[in-house]
């Protein structure tokens, strides 16, 4: 029987898939499940931003280079990429409970390395391992409420573990500020090993173990080798391409590669009796409509939200605490949101609110691309509020669609493309908005600091301010005189916004694009295959 025929049968015939339904006391109940594995999740999700806080003092503490520290965070975002895919179709094949418990400890246990590391080769060695068992985590996370949760609460569900990842993402940087302020920069891994062991404790006494009949029996190690490589070439372009340049031979050598390997993975998958990911699943339109608003959604929310900390703590001279309570707006607001998104979901679709939520992040997109070097703090927060308003039905809805329009069988494979495409959207966004944040500096610097009759600068000398200002530093000598000083600021900060302002409108038109895919989007055909007989 070939992959595609397989793929159409389950989706003809969800209830072959169906679980018991879950028990009625602690093991496998739906509420304590996502309890349960909500807290896991929270572990990966925080470490994706908390550790940007950390850096600097590991910098300092370690006597790290500035390419070191660079790969603390590019071997995790590497590692969580690269694995996603595989990692949930590990679950698939042994079962989500299993995958789930070996990516919290091992999680736990490479966080708790990296706080006794005392060189910055091990801090990157175990944040690689970190991001290894991450990957291991997030599929299973969903492989387990997608088998757990009848069809009518599914929703809802998603939308509280949307709820958890999303208020981690955007509150990693006030924890992190808050530890590394108050504690050492060795707190910000270590306050993982409590909470891992806490996950692992409640893992082996709620989760209960759910496979589907015809779960795969083999592995596909071709493709397996062959996407990490494609998806490694691609992160890899991606995260390399400012710093080599987009016109740059190894930029484009490392991108033509990632192309090709793809097309090989692609016609791979035909001949396998087991493929890593049925080509037939992509017939779904409303599952890839899916999987594009995700990459479109985490294009738009990370690239735009890498620019709104250099803003914050450059522009506006806030501590990393007091940047993080700003965005206190977009976090409460995902918070409150993503549950009663959930709710709307389940009674109209996920169409309606996936179309009505990228309209409002591209609306506030629009609205952030206003924001000036005076901006006060009340116009700032309605539109990271509007931002949080917007995207959380995305987060829900965009999840639900693409893990509900999968077969049971392969609910991890669905989880790992669904996070694979997050990574992969919001690695593409951070590059491109980078990239129209450089072009606009280095066209715009030179008049600017000309109009304000400041010495004149070398080539080599404008380089380097230039590379300041992206970030929005005022590139300012410890010899400048004060009024010198304050004139490069004022040069400095209003490029910054005039470049963050450009990037901020591709950033929304972008949300305008991913509002058009959204219309594509509807109900999960198998949302019923999980635990449809269960009630809560």
């Not at 990842?165 to 509150?171: C, K």
């Not at 910000?188 to 062991?197: H, L, Q, S, T």
């Not at 599952?287 to 594009?292: D, E, F, I, R, T």
């Not at 230039?466 to 410890?478: R, Y």
Request: aromatic share 8%; net charge neutral.
């Amino acid at each position: 029987m070939t992959s595609q025929t397989t793929v159409e049968k389950a989706s003809r015939e969800p209830q072959n898939s169906a679980v018991p339904a879950p028990a009625k006391g602690l093991r496998g109940h739906p509420w304590l499940t996502l309890f349960s594995v909500a807290i896991g999740v929270m572990m990966v999700a925080l470490d994706g931003t908390i550790v940007a806080i950390a850096n600097p003092a590991i910098q300092k503490d370690l006597g790290a280079s500035l390419a070191d520290v660079q790969w603390i965070t590019n071997g995790y975002m590497l590692a969580l990429a690269v694995s996603l895919i595989t990692a949930g179709k590990l679950g698939d094949r042994f079962g989500h409970r299993q995958t789930f418990l070996i990516g919290v400890v091992g999680f736990a246990a490479a966080s708790g390395a990296i706080g006794l590391s005392h060189s910055v080769a091990l801090v990157i060695v175990f944040r690689v391992l970190q991001g290894l068992f991450g990957a291991l985590l997030m599929p299973a996370a969903l492989g387990l409420l997608r088998a757990t949760f009848p069809a009518e609460k599914l929703n809802m569900a998603i939308g509280i573990w949307g709820m958890v990842i999303g208020a981690s993402t955007a509150g990693g940087p006030i924890l992190g500020g808050v530890l590394v302020e108050h504690v050492s920069w060795q707190s910000v891994f270590f306050i993982n090993v409590p909470v891992g062991v806490i996950a692992l404790l409640l893992g082996l006494v709620i989760l209960k173990d759910h496979r589907a009949e015809n779960a795969p029996r083999s592995f596909d190690i071709g493709g397996i080798v062959l996407l990490s490589q494609a998806m490694f070439c691609l992160i890899w372009a991606l995260i390399k391409g400012s710093e080599w340049g987009w016109g740059d031979y190894k930029t484009l050598g490392f991108l033509g590669a990632a192309v090709v390997l793809f097309v090989v993975f692609a016609f791979s998958q035909k001949n396998v009796r087991e493929p890593l990911i049925p080509l037939a699943m992509f017939r779904s339109v409303p599952l890839s409509a899916g999987a594009v608003l995700m990459v479109l959604m985490a294009f738009a929310f990370m690239g735009g939200l890498f620019f709104v900390t250099f803003y914050l703590q450059n522009v506006h001279g806030l501590s990393p605490i007091d940047s993080g309570l700003h965005l206190l707006p977009l976090t409460g607001m995902m918070i409150v949101a993503s549950p009663l998104a959930g709710a709307m979901i389940t009674k109209f679709g996920p169409r309606v609110p996936l179309v009505g939520g990228m309209v409002c992040t591209a609306v506030a997109m629009f609205g952030m691309s206003q924001l000036d070097t005076g901006t006060g703090t009340l116009t700032m927060s309605i539109w990271f509020g509007l931002l949080g308003l917007g995207l959380a039905p995305v987060m829900v809805g965009a999840t639900e669609v693409i893990v509900g329009n999968a077969p049971m069988e392969l609910s991890g494979v669905a989880g790992g493309l669904q996070q694979a495409a997050m990574q992969v959207g919001g690695s593409l966004g951070t590059a491109v908005l980078g990239a129209v944040m450089a072009s606009q500096v280095s066209s715009k610097l030179p008049d600017n600091w000309k109009a304000a009759q400041l010495p004149p600068l070398s080539p080599q000398q404008m380089d380097q301010a230039s590379s300041a200002v992206e970030v929005g530093i005022p590139p300012v000598g410890g010899n400048v005189p004060p009024e010198v000083a304050g004139k490069i600021a004022g040069v400095a900060h209003d490029t910054f916004v005039s470049g963050m302002s450009t990037a901020f409108m591709v950033a929304g038109i972008v949300a305008v694009v991913a509002a058009l895919v959204a219309t594509l989007t509807k109900r999960g055909a198998n949302a019923g295959a999980g635990a449809g007989a269960g009630h809560i």
